[in-house]
């Protein structure tokens, strides 16, 4: 494994390239520096040799603690959502989470959802839009990102006490990769999530909410197409308890939607990491 360490002297950042081994007759890992790279705020992706650059972990460093200018930055955040658009669309679950484990290195999961799995998720919809890719592969991508999101959930979830949320979709939007990494996201951040997408009838989210004192109810909606259902699922839900919170959102509204909820809006200039707190405030 080669990594990047950080050393401080007097107050200065000098980064190492380093290779970890195993050493079997010691059983113990040993750290060989392959180079030294320089004064932190002046190493750059140049000047880590060729056969290491494109590593996930390495990518992910730069990313978070050396880019020089915002081109430099913008230009490694390619190339990992590059690499996760490969693995996505070839099947290739090991490699979506080599790419994901390397980010979360120097990066936070808000960061990796935002910057990385949705815009590629959002590019290969369109793409299926445009004919550009077949139904199959569009299949294999969302089969695959959901898979990573359901390792993700499971290895960062946390006992809930913030509150119960219900995540649903309303009856026909079968999208619900959106409801997926919020899922992951909120259970990360210590709330108890429900997971109901997708498409499902507003008599089976009214059923559920019966059975569980729930905080919030968040819908999630991709298809414009499934915004009349939305708002149908919204207004039942409004009906069955006038103070529950709904919150409504997704990639149907990236475009301004004008369409009218009884819930608030999450439009996509409020990002993934303020969601915690709107939650909360709405609990108050």
Request: charged share 30%; net charge neutral.
């Given at each position: 494994m080669v990594y990047i360490r950080k050393k401080n002297v007097k107050n200065v950042d000098y980064l190492y390239l380093v290779?970890?081994?195993?050493?079997?007759?010691?059983?113990t890992s040993r750290q060989e520096t392959i180079k030294y790279l320089g004064v932190i705020h002046n190493v750059t992706q140049d000047d880590i040799p060729a056969e290491y650059r494109h590593d996930p972990k390495i990518q992910a460093f730069l990313l978070q603690n050396t880019p020089k200018d915002r081109e430099k930055r913008e230009k490694i955040?390619?190339?990992?959502?590059?690499?996760?658009?490969t693995f996505l669309t070839e099947g290739?679950?090991?490699g979506a989470k080599k790419v994901y484990a390397g980010f979360l290195n120097s990066n936070s999961l808000d960061q990796f959802f935002e910057k990385i799995l949705n815009p590629v998720m959002e590019k290969?919809?369109?793409?299926?839009s445009n004919g550009i890719l077949s139904v199959a592969t569009e299949h294999v991508a969302s089969n695959v990102?959901?898979?990573l999101v359901k390792v993700i959930l499971e290895e960062r979830k946390h006992k809930g006490t913030n509150g119960k949320i219900i995540i649903t979709t309303p009856v026909g939007e079968e999208h619900s990769l959106g409801c997926s990494v919020v899922e992951s996201y909120l259970a990360n951040r210590g709330f108890t999530t429900f997971n109901l997408s997708p498409s499902t009838p507003a008599e089976s989210v009214l059923n559920f909410m019966k059975s569980v004192s729930a905080d919030g109810v968040i819908i999630s909606i991709t298809l414009p197409d499934s915004i009349p259902a939305g708002q149908r699922l919204t207004k039942k839900i409004r009906e069955f308890n006038k103070k529950i919170p709904i919150f409504v959102g997704g990639q149907a509204f990236t475009d301004g939607s004008k369409a009218k909820f009884d819930a608030t809006i999450i439009d996509s200039n409020q990002s993934l990491v303020q969601l915690p707190k709107i939650l909360k405030k709405s609990k108050k």
């Open positions: 290779k970890s081994t195993w050493d079997k007759l010691h059983k955040i390619e190339k990992l959502q590059l690499q996760t658009f290739d679950l090991q290969i919809g369109e793409m299926w990102a959901h898979s």
